[in-house]
């Protein structure tokens, strides 16, 4: 258990670690907007690829 809070710690203390949390943040925004719009962003994928099936590409 030792171990693990250690790594933890020297994790989130060094640049690399900070790095991996930065990474996370973004991963979290991006998910949840995606969530929040999910309707919105499946309405214009639609209407694109309906546009792009009626140009008879």
């Known amino acids: ?3 693990i809070r250690t790594f933890m710690i020297s994790a989130l203390c ?3 670690g900070m ?3 930065q990474v996370a943040i973004l991963v979290a925004i ?3 907007v995606g969530i929040i719009f999910k309707s919105s962003i ?3 994928v639609n209407r694109i690829f309906g546009n792009l099936d009626a140009a008879n590409f």
């Open 30 to 32: 991006a998910v949840a």
């Open 19 to 21: 790095e991996m949390v």
């Open 1 to 3: 258990m030792k171990r």
């Open 42 to 44: 499946v309405d214009f």
């Open 14 to 16: 060094n640049k690399k």
